[in-house]
């Protein structure tokens, strides 16, 4: 089973945030290769974030999208190996998440995935 471990310091997240990123209907993918700050890194573990602003209703509504979207990450890293652990991934959700199916959620994350996979070569 793969941990997640998120970004502790705010440094790291703005470094993160000008970097590379992807757009979609249900999320926001800000992602970068191991800093200097994370070179002493484990297999087992997945440096990524989940993020929502305060806009986006209240905090059950929050919950559940990152709770949606974790479940998604942790989906498609376990069975298609398609998410790098070299990277730093910061994932910022958007509302489109709580409304929708499940299914569609967990395509469009691995078809996001993938972009990010190509990208890489």
Do not use: C, P, W
């Amino acid at each position: 089973m793969i941990k997640f471990k998120s970004l502790n310091q705010n440094k790291h997240f703005l470094s993160i945030l000008k970097k590379n990123k992807f757009n979609n209907k249900y999320f926001t993918v800000y992602f970068d290769k191991a800093s200097k700050y994370y070179e002493k890194r484990k297999n087992n573990y997945l440096y990524i974030t989940f993020v929502m602003k305060k806009k986006i209703g209240n905090a059950v509504t929050r919950n559940k999208i990152k709770r949606k979207l974790k479940f998604a990450v942790q989906k498609i890293s376990e069975k298609q190996q398609l998410i790098d652990r070299n990277y730093t991934y910061v994932i910022f959700g958007k509302n489109n998440v709580y409304s929708d199916r499940f299914s569609f959620v967990l395509d469009e994350v691995k078809h996001t995935f993938k972009k990010i996979k190509y990208l890489e070569n």
